[in-house]
């Protein structure tokens, strides 16, 4: 770690003062933008208040805007040394004279083309990404139609990978290499594994949302693990041959956590503002960036692994065996001021078929779902709660108020996250010979 700082090309550096200045610029800027979003038309009420105002939404643009513009400025810091290596001497510039010095067997400093597209490849996945969020705030697009559009902001990251690197076998668990052999070539399979893994991630944040401060918080703990995975490599006594993704990884880590803390700050309840769906795809894209050129897409499924988990849970409702209304967001009781769970009502005319009633009792009996049955007809169902992480931990823990509910689902969230990376670090070599 020391070394990224001290090196003369000191790119850590110079990435922690770009992250202070867009921390800043992304502060200062959702403040004063506000009214002019407003005016916009991008607007939204907070439903979990006394009083429903309208506040600002789709500020995840500010952010997204200010991080894309931090992260073109550091490319000539990031390539600094490499630039004027390979640019002095007439290195690059005369093909005569390079063939020259490599007869005469001096060194040449060969620019690292790859490193570079990486780079470009990266910054352009997230300025695809970030256009659907926007345009996604702007039309209200539907959820089927928007689905895979991050699949196709991963190709240039696919394209970079199968070109830079191309690993596509995994390492079988010890105990089953008798029978698989040490590794398993999955081919064109890991490149359908990753267009997957940048599908699921920016739709998962997206998903678990709805009360102020969860979006912008469960990013949060997803980078700062994740830098805290980076530091871990870049603090090993010997250079490490991941070390190189690993810084890279840092770099685009360290601009996010900026204007991800900056938004916070106004989206932290009582909401000021809100994030949109911008600053969701924006943020799963960040994690599918940095894990998928970094390599370890494996590690960014184990810090997913609530919104995992708050997907799958949701999967009756977005596959349409229980109806999923429009929000599903915790109902807010004005009485108390506190959160219960939202439900989906069942009416007379509409109850659950045969297997979907099965499996709703399944889920009420084992505290997965709470179920109200009609008192006098014990067959009919009146109301289920709604199947998202949020619901469900209210049935769990009972009415809260917001920014708890908040606090404690980050707070689980990083414990999970911590948990993960310690398996992944300390048990992994008794599964995996490292
Ligand atoms: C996703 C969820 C939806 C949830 C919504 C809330 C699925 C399939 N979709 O939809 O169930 O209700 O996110 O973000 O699970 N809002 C608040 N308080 C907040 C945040 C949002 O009241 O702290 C409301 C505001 O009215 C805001 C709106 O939610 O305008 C934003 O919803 P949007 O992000 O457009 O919903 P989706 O992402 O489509
Ligand atoms: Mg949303």
């Not at 003062?17 to 506000?34: D, E, V």
């Not at 970079?160 to 076998?169: H, K, L, M, N």
Request: charged share 15%; hydrophobic share 50%.
């Amino acid at each position: 770690l020391a070394n990224a700082f001290q090196g003369d090309d000191k790119p850590l550096m110079v990435s922690l003062a770009l992250s202070g200045l867009a921390f800043s610029a992304t502060y200062a800027m959702i403040r004063w933008l506000g009214p002019a979003f407003i005016r916009a038309g991008f607007k939204g009420v907070d439903m979990s208040k006394h009083a429903r105002r309208e506040i600002p939404e789709c500020m995840g643009a500010v952010c997204a805007a200010v991080y894309l513009f931090a992260m073109i400025v550091f490319v000539p810091f990031a390539f600094y040394k490499d630039v004027v290596a390979a640019t002095s001497g007439g290195g690059n510039r005369d093909v005569v004279l390079q063939v020259e010095h490599v007869q005469q067997g001096r060194f040449l400093h060969r620019f690292p083309h790859s490193k570079l597209s990486s780079y470009l490849s990266a910054i352009v996945s997230l300025h695809t990404v970030a256009s659907l969020g926007l345009a996604d705030d702007l039309f209200d697009i539907r959820w089927r139609h928007k689905f895979f559009i991050p699949a196709f902001a991963a190709i240039p990251l696919l394209v970079v990978y199968r070109v830079d690197f191309g690993v596509t076998s995994i390492v079988v668990p010890l105990h089953l290499q008798p029978h698989l052999g040490q590794l398993v070539d999955l081919g064109a399979l890991y490149y359908v594994y990753m267009a997957a893994v940048a599908i699921f991630s920016p739709n998962s944040i997206n998903i678990l949302a709805g009360i102020n401060g969860i979006e912008v918080t469960q990013s949060i703990v997803i980078a700062a693990l994740l830098a805290c995975n980076d530091a871990l490599y870049l603090l090993t006594p010997y250079p490490h041959p991941a070390t190189d993704s690993h810084l890279f990884s840092l770099s685009f880590l360290l601009p996010f956590l900026a204007v991800s803390l900056a938004l916070l700050a106004h989206n932290w309840y009582p909401a000021r503002v809100f994030v949109g769906d911008t600053y969701c795809y924006f943020a799963g894209m960040v994690f599918v960036v940095v894990s998928i050129l970094g390599h370890f897409s494996k590690t960014l499924i184990l810090l997913l692994l609530p919104q995992i988990f708050n997907f799958l849970y949701s999967t009756p409702q977005l596959f349409g065996l229980v109806p999923c209304p429009r929000h599903r967001l915790p109902r807010f009781n004005a009485r108390s001021g506190l959160l219960e769970p939202s439900v989906t009502e069942w009416t007379e005319a509409r109850q659950p078929n045969r297997v979907v009633a099965w499996g709703l009792r399944v889920l009420g009996r084992v505290g997965l779902l709470r179920v109200v049955m009609d008192p006098k007809d014990g067959g009919r169902f009146v109301e289920t709660s709604n199947f998202t992480l949020l619901n469900l931990w209210l049935v769990w823990r009972g009415p809260m108020r917001e920014d708890r509910l908040a606090l404690e689902i980050t707070a689980a969230q990083a414990l999970v996250g911590v948990g993960g990376l310690f398996v992944r670090h300390s048990l992994a070599g008794w599964v995996f010979r490292e």
